[in-house]
């Protein structure tokens, strides 16, 4: 049984070949990697979370302020 149409094509059918085998490899390489990094004992990159809280000088809580002023709802619900 021989596919129809365009897939019959030799091209199309190595640019599929190609296509699996690349992700194939750079799936295997990413999960290795990750291991790899996983049992040398590196910790994950920090990422902030919003409940952690840092004070904010005058100036900032000044400026925050401002910002979430002009973001509040104004008449008829629109933002200012």
Request: net charge positive; aromatic share 6%; glycine share 8%.
């Amino acid at each position: 049984m021989s596919l129809p149409g365009q897939f019959s094509d030799p091209r199309v059918l190595t640019l599929f070949g190609l296509l699996a085998v690349s992700t194939v490899v750079w799936l295997s390489l990413g999960l290795r990697s990750r291991a790899r990094r996983d049992r040398a004992g590196v910790p994950l990159e920090r990422v902030w979370h919003p409940l952690e809280s840092t004070a904010l000088t005058p100036a900032e809580e000044h400026a925050f302020g401002q910002v979430v002023s002009r973001l509040s709802p104004g008449r008829a619900g629109r933002l200012r």
